[in-house]
């Protein structure tokens, strides 16, 4: 399901990526955005989105396997 990514991009970060593709939510307190997740690590991910939230506003991410564990 997920596969690490290659390159020079991931060799700079401190926290190995990953691959994925899952649907997942953002939201701000006001509104929830859609979005599909892409790439995850333990210290951000990647996400592609129509719209984003407002800039400066504080933001929970949520996704069907959040707490599950997924091994390459």
Same mark, same amino acid.
């Given at each position: 399901?997920?596969?690490?990514?290659?390159?020079? @991009?991931? %060799?700079?970060?401190? /926290?190995?990526? *990953?691959?994925? +593709?899952?649907?997942? =939510? #953002?939201? %701000?307190? +006001?509104?929830? &955005?859609?979005?599909?997740?892409? +790439? #995850?690590?333990?210290?951000? @991910? *990647? &996400?592609?989105?129509?719209?984003?939230? %407002?800039?400066?506003?504080? =933001?929970?991410?949520?996704?069907?396997? @959040?707490?599950? /564990? @997924?091994?390459?």
């Amino acid at each position: 399901m997920s596969a690490q990514l290659s390159g020079l @991009a991931s %060799d700079r970060r401190g /926290s190995p990526r *990953y691959r994925v +593709e899952s649907m997942c =939510v #953002i939201r %701000d307190g +006001e509104q929830s &955005l859609a979005g599909r997740l892409q +790439e #995850i690590s333990a210290s951000g @991910a *990647y &996400l592609v989105m129509r719209q984003r939230p %407002d800039l400066g506003h504080k =933001v929970t991410l949520s996704h069907p396997f @959040a707490g599950r /564990s @997924a091994r390459p």
